[in-house]
């Protein structure tokens, strides 16, 4: 649990930071809302596996991959926002989109490819779960900081745009999980 604890740390430590930091890229941004929701929400996979697994198997093992999977994408906005990379570069939001929910999507899919069955199944849920995830972001943004401000005008179009690129990445990452673990079943039947 070191590498999933370590992204909690620093993405709590930068939220922190921004919640009390007078730096312009961080006006307006709702950091007392992130402080509390993104440090729950990454605590929350690692919580209702151990709820369902952990507590009644002691042999399982922790999946760690997937759990940091899960957290990196709110590391990845709180550095961003300290690199003030959604102002300055153009294309970042786009990119943010699509990488977070491929990353929200694998973690999901190694969480849930040991229990699902049949394996075309994954790519569904994943990519349903992903689209689900995307829809409520967006609502997020929009009131937090959209929905009064200066963004208003063109939320819209990036609110769509946002929501297409985080499903597809979510249903990118289902695909390989999905081909991954099928190759994984191969292999075991034939070797």
Not at 163 to 170: E, F, K, R
């Amino acid at each position: 649990m070191v590498l999933p604890g370590l992204v909690l740390v620093v993405t709590v430590v930068e939220l922190v930071v921004a919640a009390v930091a007078p730096a312009d890229q961080f006006a307006g941004k709702g950091w007392g809302v992130r402080l509390v929701v993104y440090p729950t929400l990454m605590l929350l996979p690692p919580a209702v596996w151990w709820l369902t697994t952990g507590r009644r198997d002691r042999t399982a093992t922790v999946p760690c991959v997937a759990f940091t999977l899960l957290m990196l994408p709110f590391l990845s906005d709180t550095t961003a926002n300290w690199l003030d990379l959604f102002r300055e570069v153009g294309w970042w939001d786009d990119v943010s989109h699509v990488a977070h929910w491929a990353l929200l999507g694998a973690g999901l899919a190694l969480l849930l490819e040991p229990h699902v069955r049949p394996r075309w199944v994954l790519v569904p849920v994943v990519a349903g779960t992903g689209a689900i995830l995307a829809l409520a972001w967006e609502l997020g943004e929009y009131w937090l900081f959209i929905r009064h401000g200066k963004e208003a005008d063109g939320a819209y179009r990036d609110t769509l745009g946002d929501q297409v690129l985080g499903t597809s990445g979510a249903l990118v990452a289902a695909l390989l999980v999905a081909w991954w673990a099928a190759r994984e079943d191969e292999r075991t039947l034939t070797g």
